[in-house]
């Protein structure tokens, strides 16, 4: 069993810049891939960003791309999600996600392939 608490949301204005961060429980948080997704009201989830076990390995949204990093301390279990250049499109609820991979740069981006996940952390980009 995997926890995964999220922090760091809050209001930002556009063009602003926010950091995420997911604490995980357990011991053998590099055999495991995670991901950020985010939703807005009324839309479905969305993949944002993953990365690999050993964080050899990334992957972005088309949306984000060049705006925002994934990023993971294995040491602290701990994978952060920064984002620049926030627009008002950015709004949303974030939210961390975890799933056992067997390689380590295994990257995985479709929602269903998570299984464990947090319970989110809002972002609000407005002037």
């Known amino acids: 069993q995997v926890q995964l608490v999220e922090s760091g949301g809050g209001l930002v204005q556009p063009g602003g810049s926010l950091r995420l961060s997911c604490a995980a429980s357990g011991r053998t948080f590099s055999t495991y891939a995670m991901g950020w997704f985010r939703q807005a009201p009324g839309e479905e989830r969305e993949f944002v960003a993953t990365?690999?076990?050993?964080?050899?390995?990334?992957s972005y949204a088309d949306s984000v791309k060049g705006r925002f990093t994934i990023s993971r301390e294995n040491a602290k279990n701990t994978v952060y999600l920064q984002m620049n250049s926030l627009k008002p499109e950015d709004t949303a609820a974030y939210y961390c996600?975890?799933?056992?991979?067997?390689?380590?740069?295994?990257?995985?981006?479709?929602?269903?392939?998570?299984?464990?996940w947090g319970q989110g952390t809002q972002v609000t980009v407005s002037s």
């Open positions: 996600a975890a799933v056992f991979t067997p390689s380590p740069l295994w990257v995985v981006s479709k929602t269903s392939g998570y299984r464990y």
């Open positions: 990365i690999s076990g050993s964080g050899a390995k990334t």
